[in-house]
């Protein structure tokens, strides 16, 4: 069976919505932070599947782009984990329901 | 390069300040009293050199409009006797700051040099965008200053000033917004050209939205309401800063932005001119009740300033340099004021005038000052206040009598406020005991003392002051026109001729038919009866010279009237369009 | 040496109050100040040297006068004005007597201020006051007069509350400044009037004659009549602020807080006679307008009468010589009004003797009490200070004008212009004359009262009385011969017009062209000389039979209940006039405080209110958990793309 392009994009689109809906639904902030990192690579996957799609001369930006995003996802982690780590430290709970401290 | 040196350079010197220590205000001090001087010399330079201006840099784009905003800026006599007022005060602030505040000096000349800086892009900056940019800028500094340096309610004084000053100049951001949508450029002369071509009512609109930044930030009865808590909260320096210099951003405002764009309909005039009024008087009568010492300034300040701007709006031929000279003079005499009332507040821990008292013999070289200082603000001939406010006493009274009496009853107000805080302050005795708090240093006595003498300088000779002013001449409003406007060269010049349509000119009229005796008829004849009466050749020839040459005045007056101001070139361009 | 520049004049008064002001200023600190020697020495040094510059000015003096512009001033579209100096013959009589009146006084001050601890600032002071006198007497423009005008109020606000430790020597003094203040206003808005007239050249006093006799040669008089006659009001309004007149008259009297020397130099010698200087300055302007002349006259009239009604119930020896000062300021308003500005002038110069040697008399007096002003606690001082007694009964008969003395003459002619001159003479000849009576009832009351009779203060107090040193007496001495020979410089019926002469080239234009459109009686001189004389013998009887025998036993037992101080109390109503405005200003004032400001700050706090309330309300929506903002931020993104996908674009 041939790799059809939209399996790709089809793949992408379940992870993306896996991710979301962990990002969403659980109240645990390392899933959540676990969620958002499965949507972007959900995304860069999109990416890669396109690239396929498009001619060669094109094509190539759809592979260098994920490489971008990955490096910045990797900054993005370690940001979000040093302030999932204060955030803890201030209010000794991993559980984001209790981060409402905004409320007017 | 001037230019730049004095926009850029204070913000370059407050990032340096970080750099010194926070625990020693000596060290920092020194550093900070060397940028000041810098900044005064170079500011004096400024004035000295005459009109100029940088070269037009591209800054950015706003979105929807047709040209880019640049990064502009030209010095003209009034905005170089501006700049001058925030160095020089600036620099005084930074000398009494450091006896003042004895931790923590470092930020508080940060806070300044950035302050000074944007008030140095306020009156210089030639962009709309640009000086729009500065004048919101100025705002942040000052409040940080009062939050952090001010007195018991500074908190709420400084919320009060930010968010009064902004939500003030939030309507003409939107206006100058629209406006630069239309214009080819966000420069005076093509936003005056985009304005002509919108309807009256939006005209009209978009003239409240710029009144209102500029009433706010002068600020004019009835938008006065942050100003008295601000001054008098604020740390004493800072309220010098902000009546000297701050404060003239509005009369600058109307000045150099106001005029030139919009065109002014008599209705609008006639109300700019009481409203100012109004704020004079208003400020007399509550500086006259005032007990809080530097309320009591404050409310001062709003009075001579609400003078300004009826001035202003008199638009009288002369109406420039006695605004100017005005402006100046009362920059350096509230300066000096709010300096002194700080000093006093911190040698006797108080500032409500009630229970100060007697200081001139506590303390007789501080009183000498205080009492010779106030006397430089009553304006008292040979003074720079007299020369001011006589000049636009006389623009008044080409609006009419009314005005002029209005304005004479507030010189007499302001004799009677500034005398009863003069006794409340350094005679009589004082109504409390109290420990003497730290004296006036040499440096602080004789740098206020430079400024008091500086008002009698210009006082016996304005000409300082008034020969700098050659404010949109010419040669300037065509280098401006040449950068960005070609078309609009021609235009200026055409309308120049054309008849002046404001108020001043029928006041000339009315002038003009009382000294109408002065025709070349009224001449033979008058020669005639000298002939009769026995007066010889001689006689005759150089009495009807004089005549002439009186009468002459006149005419040559109403002319230079027609080729003085640009404003109403630029306001009759657009109504020719 | 004809050849000396004319700002010579004002320049060593100008350099004596910098030099004294930074001595006064760097020895502040000091316990025990400067020697009082070498500082009086400078004061009286800088207004000699002036002095003697006059001299030597006024004899080269071309019959014309001297003209010299110094530099411009102000220069700018409407106004241009250059600081120059004009010494004419008035000029000259004016400043022969400001400078040498004020040599002698600053030579009396250093007795009388002795060991005060404000000694050097107080000749700071006085050489202030001297500059801006001779700047408004010598300038060429009314701008620069008004410099003076102002300087000189400036320095009368400065001494009269010299003694700033006492608030009500304070508010006498803001009282002064700020009364001056109303008619300084007045000379303001006059000039401006001028101004709309001729342009900001007109200011100058020869081009406004120019001008004045170009209407007059030309026939356009009419035409420019009303704008003068208001710019001739205004300035009046500048007089009758600066001379106490009415109705700006309740300055003065409080103005006696002041230490002695500064009421005989300010407030009675050479300050308070500037508005009758101005008059006879634009006298030509005037004599076009001679409805604002009868003004004058009347002001003029209404004042010394009212003030010499005053004067009669005053017990302070010095508000007595304040409201006599006003009295006389009104009979040189009266000759003014009555075209007879050289008359005017001519009072203003034998006024300046006697009344600055009464004034001193009574300084003197005062030192020798140590401080007392109540006449009710003197008496019989002319055992214990015979040479005060005699200067001040020299000066009496001077003022009161007893034949033969400087009053005489001057009054004289000022009664006898009035009757010739003026509409109505007959009616303000006898209000001039009845005027001299209570004059000399009233500078009776005080010679008998203080000189006479029994000591009536404490005993402790009398060991002490001694006569003034003498620095103090010197001045007294020259000033009482000033009040006997003075007036020898234009006796009329003796056929000495020297005065007149010397004003001739300044006043008499105007007072020609002004006579000569009505017509001018003519009565012998002599009637009005015996007239004159019996008025003040009459005087002196009345004085004497009511002071002289009966009255003085009952005042004695009364003075511990009567009332004193420096409160206005004999100004008739005019202080209560003013208290209306003064409550009226407050009254604004007020209304401005707590009505129009509170209603503005509660507009300004309830949007500030209104502004937290609806952001509270807003901020509500983020009272959620992270999630659900999460959730919903999503459905809005989602919401935002089908609106787009829908419509087709957001704009």
Same mark, same amino acid.
């Given at each position: 069976?041939?790799?059809?392009?939209?399996?790709?994009?089809?793949?992408?689109?379940?992870?993306?919505?896996?991710?979301?809906?962990?990002?969403?639904?659980?109240?645990?902030?390392?899933?959540?932070?676990?969620?958002?990192?499965?949507?972007?690579?959900? $995304?860069?996957?999109?990416?890669?599947?396109?690239?396929?799609?498009?001619?060669?001369?094109?094509? $190539?930006?759809?592979?260098? $782009?994920?490489?971008?995003?990955?490096?910045?996802?990797?900054?993005?982690?370690?940001?979000?984990?040093?302030?999932?780590?204060?955030?803890?430290?201030?209010?000794?709970? $991993?559980?984001?329901?209790?981060?409402?401290?905004?409320?007017? | 390069?001037?230019?730049?040196?004095?926009?850029?350079?204070?913000?370059?010197?407050?990032?340096?300040?970080?750099?010194?220590?926070?625990?020693?205000?000596?060290?920092?001090? *020194?550093?900070?009293?060397?940028?000041?001087?810098?900044?005064?010399?170079?500011?004096?330079?400024?004035?000295?050199?005459?009109?100029?201006?940088?070269?037009?840099?591209?800054?950015?784009?706003?979105?929807?409009?047709?040209?880019?905003?640049?990064?502009?800026?030209?010095?003209?006599?009034?905005?170089?006797?501006?700049?001058?007022?925030?160095?020089?005060?600036?620099?005084? #602030?930074?000398?009494?700051?450091?006896?003042?505040?004895?931790?923590?000096?470092?930020?508080?000349?940060?806070?300044?040099f950035a302050l000074m800086g944007a008030m140095n892009g306020t009156f210089l900056a030639a962009d709309a965008v640009l000086f729009f940019f500065f004048f919101e800028a100025m705002v942040f500094p000052a409040a940080v200053l009062i939050a952090g340096f001010g007195g018991a309610d500074r908190k709420k004084a400084a919320m009060t000033f930010a968010i009064y000053t902004l939500v003030g100049s939030a309507p003409m951001m939107v206006a100058l917004w629209y406006l630069v949508s239309m214009a080819d450029n966000s420069l005076v002369l093509s936003l005056a050209v985009a304005l002509q071509n919108l309807d009256p009512s939006m005209q009209m609109t978009l003239l409240l939205c710029f009144l209102l930044a500029f009433l706010v930030k002068t600020p004019v009865f009835p938008f006065h309401g942050w100003?008295?808590?601000?001054?008098?909260?604020?740390?004493?320096?800072?309220?010098?800063?902000?009546?000297?210099?701050?404060?003239? #951003?509005?009369?600058?405002?109307?000045?150099?932005?106001?005029?030139?764009?919009?065109?002014?309909?008599?209705?609008?005039?006639?109300?700019?001119?009481?409203?100012?009024?109004?704020?004079?008087?208003?400020?007399?009568?509550?500086?006259?009740?005032?007990?809080?010492?530097?309320?009591?300034?404050?409310?001062?300040?709003?009075?001579?300033?609400?003078?300004?701007?009826?001035?202003?709006?008199?638009?009288?031929?002369?109406?420039?340099?006695?605004?100017?000279?005005?402006?100046?003079?009362?920059?350096?005499?509230?300066?000096?004021?709010?300096?002194?009332?700080?000093?006093?507040?911190?040698?006797?821990?108080?500032?409500?005038?009630?229970?100060?008292?007697?200081?001139?013999?506590?303390?007789?070289?501080?009183?000498?000052?205080?009492?010779?200082?106030?006397?430089?603000?009553?304006?008292?001939?040979?003074?720079?206040?007299?020369?001011?406010?006589?000049?636009?006493?006389?623009?008044?009274?080409?609006?009419?009598?009314?005005?002029?009496?209005?304005?004479?009853?507030?010189?007499?107000?302001?004799?009677?406020?500034?005398?009863?805080?003069?006794?409340?302050?350094?005679?009589?005795?004082?109504? *409390?005991?109290?420990?003497?708090?730290?004296?006036?240093?040499?440096?602080?006595?004789?740098?206020?003392?430079?400024?008091?003498?500086?008002?009698?300088?210009?006082?016996?000779?304005?000409?300082?002051?008034?020969?700098?002013?050659?404010?949109?001449?010419?040669?300037?409003?065509?280098?401006?026109?040449?950068?960005?406007?070609?078309?609009?060269?021609?235009?200026?010049?055409?309308?120049?001729?054309? #008849?002046?349509?404001?108020?001043?000119?029928?006041?000339?009229?009315?002038?003009?038919?009382? #000294?109408?005796?002065?025709?070349?008829?009224?001449?033979?004849?008058?020669?005639?009866?000298?002939?009769?009466?026995?007066?010889?050749?001689?006689?005759?020839?150089?009495?009807?010279?004089?005549?002439?040459?009186?009468?002459?005045?006149?005419?040559?007056?109403?002319?230079?009237?027609?080729? +003085?101001?640009?404003?109403?070139?630029?306001?009759?361009?657009? +109504?020719?369009? | 040496?004809?050849?000396?520049?004319?700002?010579?004049?004002?320049?060593?008064?100008?350099?004596?109050?910098?030099?004294?002001?930074?001595?006064?200023?760097?020895?502040?600190?000091?316990?025990?100040?400067?020697?009082?020697?070498?500082?009086?020495?400078?004061? /009286?040094?800088?207004?000699?040297?002036? @002095?003697?510059?006059?001299?030597?000015?006024?004899?080269?003096?071309?019959?014309?006068?001297?003209?010299?512009?110094?530099?411009?001033?102000?220069?700018?579209?409407?106004?241009?004005?250059?600081?120059?100096?004009?010494?004419?013959?008035?000029?000259?009589?004016?400043?022969?007597?400001?400078?040498?009146?004020?040599?002698?006084?600053?030579?009396?001050?250093?007795?009388? &201020?002795?060991?005060?601890?404000?000694?050097?600032?107080? @000749?700071?002071?006085?050489?202030?006051?001297?500059?801006?006198?001779?700047?408004?007497?010598?300038?060429?423009?009314?701008?620069?007069?008004?410099?003076?005008?102002?300087?000189?109020?400036?320095?009368?606000?400065?001494?009269?509350? @010299?003694?700033?430790?006492?608030?009500?020597?304070?508010?006498?003094?803001?009282?002064?400044?700020?009364?001056?203040?109303?008619?300084?206003?007045?000379?303001?808005?006059?000039?401006?009037?001028?101004?709309?007239?001729?342009?900001?050249?007109?200011?100058?006093?020869?081009?406004?004659?120019?001008?004045?006799?170009?209407?007059?040669?030309?026939?356009?008089?009419?035409?420019?009549?009303?704008?003068?006659?208001?710019?001739?009001?205004?300035?009046?309004?500048?007089?009758?602020?600066?001379?106490?007149?009415?109705?700006?008259?309740?300055?003065?009297?409080?103005? &006696?807080?002041?230490?002695?020397? /500064?009421?005989?130099?300010?407030?009675?010698?050479?300050?308070?006679?500037?508005?009758?200087?101005?008059?006879?300055?634009?006298?030509?302007?005037?004599?076009?307008?001679?409805?604002?002349?009868?003004?004058?006259?009347?002001?003029?009239?209404?004042?010394?009468?009212?003030?010499?009604?005053?004067?009669?119930?005053?017990?302070?020896?010095?508000?007595?010589?304040?409201?006599?000062?006003?009295?006389?300021?009104?009979?040189?308003?009266?000759?003014?009004?009555?075209?007879?500005?050289?008359?005017?002038?001519? =009072?203003?110069?034998?006024?300046?003797?006697?009344?600055?040697?009464? @004034?001193?008399?009574?300084?003197?007096?005062?030192?020798?009490?140590?401080?007392?002003?109540?006449?009710?606690?003197?008496?019989?001082?002319?055992?214990?200070?015979?040479?005060?007694?005699?200067?001040?009964?020299?000066?009496?008969?001077?003022?009161?004008?007893?034949?033969?003395?400087?009053?005489?003459?001057?009054?004289?002619?000022?009664?006898?212009?009035?009757?010739?001159?003026?509409?109505?003479?007959?009616?303000?000849?006898?209000?001039?004359?009845?005027?001299?009576?209570?004059?000399?009832?009233?500078?009776?009351?005080?010679?008998? &009262?203080?000189?006479?009779?029994?000591?009536?203060?404490?005993?402790?107090?009398?060991? =002490?009385?001694?006569?003034?040193?003498?620095?103090?007496?010197?001045?007294?001495?020259?000033?009482?011969?000033?009040?006997?020979?003075?007036?020898?410089?234009?006796?009329?019926?003796?056929?000495?017009?020297?005065?007149?002469?010397?004003?001739?080239?300044?006043?008499?234009?105007?007072?020609?062209?002004?006579?000569?459109?009505?017509?001018?009686?003519?009565?012998?001189? &002599?009637?009005?000389?015996?007239?004159?004389?019996?008025a003040a013998l009459l005087g002196m009887i009345i004085a004497y039979v009511i002071y002289g025998t009966k009255r003085l036993p009952r005042l004695h037992k009364k003075w511990g209940s009567a009332p004193e101080g420096f409160k206005a109390d004999w100004t008739f109503f005019f202080d209560y006039i003013h208290e209306i405005f003064i409550v009226m200003t407050k009254a604004f004032a007020f209304i401005a405080d707590m009505i129009v400001d509170k209603i503005l700050q509660g507009i300004q706090w309830t949007v500030g209110a209104i502004v937290e309330i609806v952001g509270d309300g807003v901020s509500s929506f983020q009272a959620r958990k992270v999630r659900v903002q999460l959730t919903l931020s999503l459905v809005g993104v989602v919401a935002l793309i089908a609106v787009v996908l829908m419509t087709g674009?957001?704009?």
């Open positions: 069976m041939e790799l059809q392009p939209i399996y790709i994009q089809i793949l992408a689109l379940v992870l993306f919505t896996l991710g979301l809906v962990t990002a969403l639904a659980r109240r645990n902030v390392f899933f959540v932070l676990m969620g958002v990192e499965l949507a972007l690579n959900a $995304v860069n996957l999109s990416f890669v599947g396109f690239a396929k799609t498009l001619p060669a001369a094109e094509s $190539v930006a759809g592979q260098i $782009v994920p490489l971008f995003s990955i490096a910045v996802a990797a900054a993005e982690a370690c940001v979000g984990l040093a302030l999932v780590i204060l955030i803890f430290r201030n209010r000794e709970s $991993v559980d984001s329901d209790n981060y409402s401290n905004m409320k007017g | 390069m001037l230019l730049h040196l004095l926009v850029l350079a204070p913000f370059a010197a407050a990032i340096l300040m970080m750099a010194t220590s926070k625990e020693d205000p000596k060290s920092s001090s *020194r550093l900070a009293f060397l940028f000041g001087f810098a900044f005064v010399a170079m500011s004096i330079a400024l004035i000295a050199a005459g009109n100029q201006a940088t070269e037009a840099i591209e800054w950015f784009q706003i979105p929807g409009a047709k040209g880019s905003v640049y990064y502009y800026l030209y010095s003209h006599g009034l905005g170089a006797w501006m700049v001058f007022l925030s160095t020089g005060l600036s620099l005084v #602030a930074l000398i009494t700051g450091r006896n003042t505040f004895e931790t923590n000096y470092r930020n508080f000349a940060i806070a300044i100003q008295a808590i601000t001054y008098a909260e604020a740390p004493a320096p800072l309220s010098a800063i902000l009546t000297g210099a701050m404060s003239k #951003a509005g009369v600058f405002g109307f000045i150099a932005w106001i005029l030139p764009i919009f065109p002014l309909s008599m209705k609008v005039v006639d109300g700019m001119l009481w409203l100012g009024l109004l704020t004079a008087i208003y400020g007399a009568l509550m500086a006259l009740r005032a007990t809080d010492g530097k309320k009591l300034l404050a409310f001062s300040s709003m009075s001579h300033l609400g003078l300004a701007v009826a001035g202003v709006f008199s638009l009288s031929e002369s109406m420039l340099p006695a605004v100017l000279v005005l402006l100046v003079a009362h920059g350096l005499s509230a300066g000096a004021q709010f300096y002194l009332m700080g000093i006093a507040e911190r040698f006797a821990g108080t500032r409500n005038i009630e229970q100060l008292g007697g200081l001139a013999a506590r303390n007789p070289v501080f009183g000498s000052l205080f009492g010779f200082v106030a006397v430089l603000s009553l304006a008292v001939p040979g003074t720079a206040g007299f020369v001011g406010e006589f000049t636009v006493l006389m623009s008044l009274w080409d609006m009419g009598p009314l005005p002029a009496l209005v304005a004479g009853l507030c010189l007499i107000l302001s004799a009677a406020y500034m005398l009863r805080f003069v006794q409340k302050v350094i005679f009589g005795k004082p109504a *409390r005991e109290y420990v003497d708090g730290k004296r006036m240093t040499a440096l602080e006595g004789s740098s206020i003392s430079i400024m008091g003498v500086m008002l009698l300088v210009f006082g016996m000779h304005p000409a300082f002051i008034t020969n700098a002013l050659q404010l949109f001449d010419e040669s300037a409003v065509q280098e401006m026109n040449k950068v960005t406007h070609p078309a609009a060269v021609q235009e200026s010049q055409t309308v120049e001729a054309s #008849a002046d349509t404001t108020g001043e000119a029928e006041v000339d009229e009315n002038i003009a038919a009382v #000294a109408q005796p002065m025709t070349e008829d009224d001449l033979r004849q008058l020669d005639s009866n000298l002939k009769a009466n026995g007066f010889s050749d001689e006689e005759r020839a150089s009495l009807i010279a004089q005549l002439k040459a009186m009468s002459e005045s006149e005419v040559a007056d109403a002319h230079e009237e027609a080729a +003085e101001s640009n404003e109403a070139n630029v306001k009759e361009a657009s +109504e020719n369009e | 040496m004809t050849n000396l520049p004319l700002w010579i004049i004002p320049l060593f008064p100008l350099l004596g109050t910098i030099l004294l002001g930074t001595i006064a200023l760097i020895s502040s600190g000091s316990k025990k100040g400067p020697s009082e020697g070498f500082v009086g020495a400078l004061s /009286v040094l800088f207004p000699a040297i002036s @002095f003697l510059c006059v001299v030597l000015l006024a004899f080269g003096m071309p019959e014309e006068g001297i003209r010299q512009t110094l530099c411009n001033w102000i220069d700018i579209p409407m106004l241009k004005v250059d600081i120059g100096f004009l010494f004419d013959g008035l000029s000259r009589v004016m400043l022969l007597f400001v400078t040498g009146i004020g040599s002698l006084i600053a030579l009396y001050s250093i007795g009388y &201020m002795h060991g005060d601890r404000g000694f050097t600032r107080f @000749f700071a002071y006085i050489n202030l006051f001297l500059f801006s006198m001779i700047v408004l007497v010598l300038s060429d423009s009314l701008l620069l007069t008004f410099l003076g005008w102002e300087g000189v109020g400036l320095c009368s606000y400065l001494l009269i509350g @010299f003694w700033n430790h006492d608030l009500n020597n304070c508010k006498a003094a803001n009282k002064a400044f700020i009364v001056n203040r109303v008619g300084d206003i007045g000379f303001l808005l006059g000039m401006l009037c001028l101004a709309t007239l001729g342009g900001s050249a007109i200011l100058n006093y020869d081009a406004l004659n120019k001008f004045i006799e170009m209407l007059i040669a030309g026939g356009h008089v009419e035409l420019a009549t009303p704008i003068i006659a208001v710019a001739g009001l205004l300035f009046f309004v500048g007089c009758t602020g600066k001379s106490a007149q009415i109705p700006l008259l309740t300055w003065l009297p409080d103005a &006696m807080a002041g230490p002695t020397p /500064v009421s005989a130099l300010i407030h009675a010698a050479t300050m308070v006679t500037s508005g009758v200087y101005l008059l006879a300055r634009l006298s030509r302007m005037f004599s076009v307008i001679p409805e604002v002349l009868v003004v004058v006259l009347i002001v003029g009239m209404l004042t010394a009468f009212w003030a010499a009604v005053a004067g009669l119930f005053q017990n302070d020896i010095k508000k007595v010589l304040a409201y006599s000062t006003i009295s006389q300021l009104g009979y040189m308003f009266m000759a003014a009004g009555a075209f007879a500005f050289d008359a005017s002038i001519f =009072h203003v110069f034998t006024h300046a003797f006697f009344k600055a040697a009464l @004034f001193l008399g009574a300084g003197a007096v005062i030192h020798a009490l140590a401080g007392e002003q109540d006449m009710r606690r003197m008496g019989g001082l002319i055992k214990k200070t015979p040479v005060t007694a005699c200067v001040m009964i020299f000066a009496f008969l001077a003022i009161i004008g007893f034949p033969g003395f400087a009053g005489f003459w001057s009054k004289d002619l000022i009664l006898e212009r009035l009757y010739t001159n003026a509409p109505f003479g007959e009616f303000f000849y006898f209000a001039g004359l009845l005027t001299a009576v209570i004059t000399a009832v009233y500078m009776g009351r005080l010679i008998i &009262m203080t000189f006479f009779g029994e000591y009536r203060g404490s005993k402790e107090k009398e060991a =002490h009385i001694h006569e003034a040193p003498a620095s103090m007496l010197i001045p007294m001495v020259i000033l009482a011969f000033g009040a006997v020979f003075a007036g020898y410089l234009w006796a009329d019926s003796m056929g000495i017009k020297f005065f007149e002469q010397t004003l001739a080239p300044v006043v008499s234009d105007a007072q020609n062209y002004a006579l000569g459109r009505i017509s001018v009686a003519h009565v012998n001189p &002599m009637t009005f000389a015996c007239f004159g004389t019996a674009g957001l704009i």
